[in-house]
């Protein structure tokens, strides 16, 4: 297993973004949206534009250059 995958699941970001297509391309609904998102751990927030993004830590064990790489990923985020 590579180090990354230790801690990164690609699955993930890829069922994130079909979902987000899906939604865009009217194939799924608000409420499918929400329910896939809140699987993979993105969770709305009563503030607009602002989300809550869970993240599992094997461990609690994170080198900080993916600590970093993870808070630069969050700023390109577009909650939904």
């Known amino acids: 297993m ?8 690609q699955e993930d ?6 979902a987000l297509q899906d939604y865009l391309d009217e194939k799924i609904d608000h409420n ?3 329910g896939e998102r809140l699987m993979l751990g993105v969770y ?5 534009n602002l ?4 993240s599992k830590l094997p ?4 080198p900080l250059s ?3 790489g993870y808070a630069e ?5 577009d909650c939904m």
């Not at 590579?2 to 699941?9: D, F, L, N, P, S």
């Not at 989300?51 to 869970?54: A, F, H, K, L, Q």
């Not at 461990?59 to 994170?62: E, F, N, P, R, V």
């Open 2 to 9: 590579i180090e990354a995958e230790k801690y990164i699941r």
């Open 13 to 18: 970001f890829d069922q994130l973004e079909v």
């Open 32 to 34: 499918q949206l929400v």
């Open 44 to 48: 709305g927030q009563w503030q607009e």
């Open 51 to 54: 989300c809550m993004v869970r």
């Open 59 to 62: 461990g609690g064990d994170l």
């Open 66 to 68: 993916y600590l970093l």
């Open 73 to 77: 990923g969050l700023d390109e985020i």
